[in-house]
């Protein structure tokens, strides 16, 4: 049985306190760079008080509505982003899995790429999902190439999605199978 | 599908807090029928105890449980109920439990019939992968019921109850998916 | 069309706000049919009784009073205000003019007779002139295909497929978003319109 599923080559995933997380996000979210990657929501600044409170009591729904873990290197155990991935599954086995690396020296070094091999074992190994999606943005080229090479596959686009910087761009959607990670890992 | 919630005797449906009290306060002074469905003592309730106690099932909106009336397809009367119960949606796993307070379909392939149909519902729109149930060792009519629609005998506990001044054993049966199907399978080829 | 052209009314149908007294009964009688609930929703099919179903309108109704990110309607006779349907704008993103739609003609028996296509031409009208929007999303499961072949009818383009997301009869099936863009709208008015 596999015991270290939330254990990579570069980070782990981590179940941190709310205030620690929210704490990050918040300074995180200062950067509208690393935003417009993240999000479609408008950029904005929100205090850690407002994010710890905003995950606290999602995690108080019954039953949360995802799983929200750190991710932090291995080497120092720094916190680095924070991935998501949607609990209600029920009952198609179908999650959309969201991350988020908010310390850009960790940009193009691996880590967003090690992570999502995490939190793919643990979705296929421990939730036994069938499968897992996600979208990102046309504009997001660095993300995009992590995830082909995680596995996804592209699916399409919804068609001019996102209004930013007075042009359209769109919204790209990947999924992998478990059938087709199994394979990957059969490798 | 949508037939999915219709079998050949029986429908399952969704009814109203006041439809289930009033069936509840009826069925629940049968003792006889009391004594195979529940190990509480038998007691009786009101009528209006039985809709404060569903009307707040209303509100709760449970996740871990399902539960329908059972109504004859011949004249839409409410015969029983069944549901799934402690369903473990990450696991794929759930109990089911039926009860037909009407006595006068016990043994007419009623309960069989509403029993095919939960089924279906748990394995084609759930997607879980294997249902169980614990049955009174001395409800032989159910346990009879049970095994014609593909449940297998998994365990006893032993001598857990005690009625009539004797011990009883709780019985532990189950289907697993694949069963299930291969049974679907063996039907199709049959007709 | 004008500004003082209705918005809600149309040729065989009218979008009106929920009935509280007459919707419940209908409604629940609609959420026993499987196969219309596994068409408006990945959530495990459940039939609702007309006490759950009065719950749940006033729930969608505090949710469109709070969210501002929805809008939901009834499909109405014009002969005889009987509800036929529903339809939803949801999930409006607004700094991007986008939202999902979801319609819904109920009884099997009113299907075909083109009320869904009346409440969605009110319903494109209202979103693209009304709320500004700039495009619709609608996604739709590999195994509706007549709910596939109506948006396509109705200019709706494929775009993603998101393929065995969905697991039903022990079958896997694609699910499918259609998109629909403010100009491919407008082009398709101006060749049934002349002003």
């Known amino acids: ?24 996000l918040a300074r995180w979210h200062i950067d509208s760079g690393y935003l417009r990657l993240l999000d479609a929501d408008p950029t904005n600044c929100f205090s850690a008080k407002q994010f710890t409170e905003w995950i606290m009591k999602d995690q108080e729904k019954d039953p949360p509505p995802f799983y929200l873990v750190s991710v932090r290197t291995l ?36 880590y967003g790429t090690d992570a999502m091999e995490v939190i793919l074992r643990y979705a296929f190994l421990e ?3 069938r499968r897992v999606s996600l979208d990102t943005f046309e504009y997001n080229p660095r993300a995009i190439h992590s995830y082909e090479k995680v596995g996804f596959i592209h699916e399409g686009r919804a068609r001019k999605f996102l209004l930013r910087e007075g042009r359209r761009w769109d919204l790209l959607f990947m999924g992998i199978l478990r059938d087709e990670w199994l394979v990957r890992k059969g490798n | 599908m949508s037939d999915l919630l219709r079998g050949e005797l029986v429908r399952l449906t969704a009814e109203n807090p006041e439809v289930m009290a009033s069936n509840f306060f009826l069925w629940y002074q049968d003792t006889g029928w009391v004594r195979f469905l529940d190990t509480d003592p038998s007691r009786l309730t009101s009528e209006k105890k039985w809709k404060e106690l569903l009307d707040k099932d209303l509100d709760k909106e449970s996740k871990d449980e399902i539960f329908f009336a059972i109504r004859t397809l011949e004249s839409d009367k409410l015969i029983g109920f069944i549901g799934l119960f402690e369903l473990f949606k990450h696991h794929g796993d759930t109990l089911v439990a039926i009860a037909l307070g009407e006595r006068d379909y016990w043994g007419k392939g009623y309960g069989t019939d509403a029993m095919r149909i939960m089924l279906r519902y748990a394995f084609y729109e759930l997607n879980l992968r294997r249902v169980g149930l ?6 032989t009519r159910a346990i009879r019921s049970y095994e014609k629609v593909g449940f297998i005998p998994e365990g006893s506990v032993r001598r857990v109850m005690q009625r009539d001044g004797k011990r009883w054993d ?16 063996g039907e199709v080829n049959d007709q | 069309m004008s500004i003082d052209t209705q918005l809600f009314e149309g040729k065989l149908i ?3 706000p929920i009935n509280h007294e007459k919707d419940p009964d209908m409604e629940s009688r609609w959420t026993h049919d499987l196969s219309l609930m596994r068409a408006l929703s990945r959530q495990p099919a459940l039939p609702l009784s007309v006490a759950q179903m009065k719950k749940k309108y006033e729930a969608i109704e505090k949710e469109v009073d709070e969210s501002k990110k929805l809008f939901h309607f009834t499909i109405r006779s014009r ?10 704008i949801e999930w409006i993103e607004w700094t991007h003019g986008t939202c999902s739609l979801k319609i819904a003609i109920g009884d099997l028996l009113e299907r075909n007779k083109g009320f869904g296509s009346d409440a969605l031409q009110l319903l494109m009208r209202f979103a693209f002139s009304e709320l500004n929007l700039y495009r619709l ?6 195994d509706n295909q007549a709910g596939l072949r109506f948006f396509k009818r109705h200019g709706f383009v494929e775009e993603v497929r998101r393929r065995k997301s969905l697991l039903r009869d022990g079958q896997t099936w694609d699910l499918i978003h259609l998109g629909l863009l403010r100009e491919e709208w407008q082009a398709m008015q101006g060749e049934s319109h002349h002003e």
């Open chain 2, 134 to 139: 614990i049955v009174f060792e001395y409800n």
């Open chain 1, 127 to 129: 939730l036994n999902l």
């Open chain 3, 79 to 88: 002969e005889d205000d009987q509800m036929l349907g529903f339809t939803r």
């Open chain 3, 14 to 16: 009218r979008l009106g």
């Open chain 3, 137 to 142: 999303s609608v996604v739709v499961g590999d």
């Open chain 1, 75 to 110: 080497k120092d155990d720094r916190l680095i982003g924070f991935i998501g991935l949607d609990r209600d599954v029920y009952p198609h086995g179908d999650a959309f899995v969201g991350i988020g690396i908010g310390e850009r020296d960790f940009w193009g070094k691996g």
């Open chain 1, 1 to 24: 049985m596999e015991s270290n599923l939330l254990r990579g080559s570069l980070v782990r995933l981590a179940a941190d306190e709310p205030a620690m997380l929210g704490e990050a």
């Open chain 2, 170 to 185: 709780f019985k532990y049966m189950g289907i697993l998916r694949e069963e299930w199907l291969a049974r679907q399978a």
